[in-house]
């Protein structure tokens, strides 16, 4: 088992300063300046009322496991040598949730509401991919 190869993921304008940020190992959450709501993922427009006042901060970088899935089986390349390999929802600390991976334990040690914490897997120094492990 190694660790997922991540394709670099498609950055623009709404998502640059999400992976701007995570490229220093921060974690960018959007806070919309009108109606105090947190969002996630990167918009132009605040999902809440549709204000264009978005502001972007860093968040705690800690949470909690929502949901996930132990996959077993990916033979897309980057993946097929990462198997078994975790699959979650992250609900974070400032109440949003993101898709990621869990990694720094074994698979099947991983429970819904386990603490976590963010962690970065670089990529050709180019960009880097949040992921969560146990805290
Ligand atoms: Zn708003």
Redesign the pocket.
Known sequence: MSEIEHPKPGIDWETRAYWEGAKRHELILQR??????IQHRPRAL??????D?IEYFRASGRGSVYSYTITHQNQSPGFRNATPYVLAWVELEEGVRLLSNIVGCSPDKVRIGMPIEVDFADIDGEVAIPRFRPR
């Open positions: 919309c300046s009108s109606c105090a709501a605040c999902v809440s009322c549709f204000a006042t």
